[in-house]
């Protein structure tokens, strides 16, 4: 593949340790780039999590901003966040939007506080395009009662869970220690039953080396989820993944790579996976809906509990602030946010990425990877993925199998 090399950065200052944050926004616009509208908004309804995930980058990484804001969300900041994400749908005339209840833990805030929330955005959309509302949560607190309460408001309900009971309880712990599957799988089991399982959006899986991939995603699947998201845990150049000993130098895509050709061989679609999905559709041209891959913009914003308009919540994974835009819904809107540096560093594509993936055989599918994924301390993002190596395996396999079936149904004349 040619290398495109692009039009450079415009800068505003040297920026050795956080560089973007020295774009000049103004003179990116000015080349003719222009942002894309937030389209998700994150809602971090509680500040804090009923339990204790040791990969968790929103406690047990670089940022702990957690620490000194309002532990829940008042009505006030949820009502001026509404008007500002309604603001921004009418001001660039978006046919719809994406409202996700977040944490920490959102079910910590109580059915009726995140009733009200979502009562309080429907009102703001009332006349607008379409307002459509998930949530992620642990799964530890989603009772039939909650669940009721959120279905009538066609709440969509993301869980997390990490595989079978034994992998899942090796990470995702309460503070003394316990496991949580147990309590995941009754809720799971609820969300899962008639008349609730039109509010299923999926499962989240957090990538383990460690184990059995197979045993993971059959255990996943059991669930008969609409959609599975499989996560590389977050990690950089400075705070290395953890990779076991003798596993090779790309053990998260050989874990990846055996969950892939299950899914790919199955006789019909078991579940929708997104990563694997976003490759397939790069792989052929096409774009991502993810971060984990491709140069798509990222139209993401998060509100805290304190009404802070902040960047995508992993960036917390790097460095304490890297999420900050100094911006909060009582008194500014999407559109300042628009505007800020970082913000603009993820949505220009090409421009945001360093001389080695440039050169790179797989770039346009990869994307360098997630952003938070190539932060180092001593020169900020514009780097590989700490990650590079099991990128790299994964889409070459990938777009290998992909070529060998366009061949074989080529030769075969099939359409």
């Not at 509208?37 to 047990?60: G, I, M, S, T, W």
């Not at 009662?145 to 009971?165: C, E, F, N, Q, Y």
């Not at 799988?185 to 039109?198: N, Q």
């Not at 440039?358 to 900020?380: I, K, N, Q």
Request: aromatic residues 6%.
């Amino acid at each position: 593949m040619p290398t495109v090399r692009p039009t450079s950065l415009p800068i505003v200052a040297p920026a050795p340790r956080w560089p973007h944050r020295a774009l000049d926004v103004a003179a990116l616009r000015a080349t003719g780039w222009c942002p894309t509208p937030f389209r998700d908004v994150v809602l971090k309804v509680h500040q804090r999590c009923n339990l204790a995930c040791d990969y968790c980058y929103v406690y047990e990484m670089a940022d702990q901003s957690w620490r000194t804001r309002p532990l829940l969300m008042e009505p006030h900041i949820a009502r001026a966040a509404a008007g500002r994400m309604a603001d921004h749908a009418r001001t660039h005339q978006l046919d719809s939007m994406r409202l996700v209840l977040h944490g920490g833990e959102p079910l910590l805030a109580g059915a009726a506080r995140l009733d009200e929330v979502v009562g309080a955005f429907h009102r703001a959309f009332d006349g607008l395009g379409r307002l459509d509302v998930q949530m992620q949560t642990n799964g530890v607190l989603l009772d039939e009662a909650t669940l009721k309460r959120l279905h009538a408001r066609g709440v969509g309900i993301g869980v997390s869970l990490d595989g079978t009971p034994a992998d899942h309880d090796r990470h995702r712990l309460r503070a003394n220690g316990k496991g949580s599957h147990a309590e995941v799988d009754r809720a799971l089991l609820l969300l899962a039953s008639e008349p609730y399982r039109a509010s299923f959006a999926g499962l989240l899986c957090t990538v383990d080396p460690t184990t059995d991939p197979i045993a993971c995603y059959e255990a996943l699947i059991s669930y008969r989820p609409p959609a599975l998201d499989l996560l590389i845990p977050h990690a950089n150049w400075s705070a290395p993944p953890f990779r076991p000993d003798g596993s090779g130098p790309a053990p998260h895509a050989d874990w990846l790579i055996a969950i892939f050709d299950r899914w790919y061989d199955a006789p019909r679609q078991e579940v929708a996976i997104r990563l694997f999905e976003d490759v397939l559709a790069l792989v052929l041209g096409g774009t991502s809906q993810s971060e984990q891959v491709g140069l798509s913009p990222v139209a993401v914003v998060v509100i805290e509990t304190d009404g802070a308009i902040e960047q995508v919540d992993s960036l917390k994974s790097a460095y304490q602030g890297a999420c900050d835009t100094g911006l909060n819904v009582l008194r500014d809107g999407f559109e300042a946010a628009l505007d800020h540096p970082g913000v603009a560093a993820r949505q220009i594509g090409l421009r945001a990425l360093g001389d080695d993936c440039l050169r790179c055989e797989v770039r346009d599918v990869c994307g360098g990877g997630h952003y938070a994924h190539r932060y180092r301390a001593s020169d900020g993002f514009r780097n590989a993925s700490v990650y590079c190596a099991d990128m790299l395996k994964l889409i070459r396999h990938i777009s290998a199998r992909v070529a060998a079936d366009l061949t074989r149904l080529s030769a075969t004349g099939a359409a």
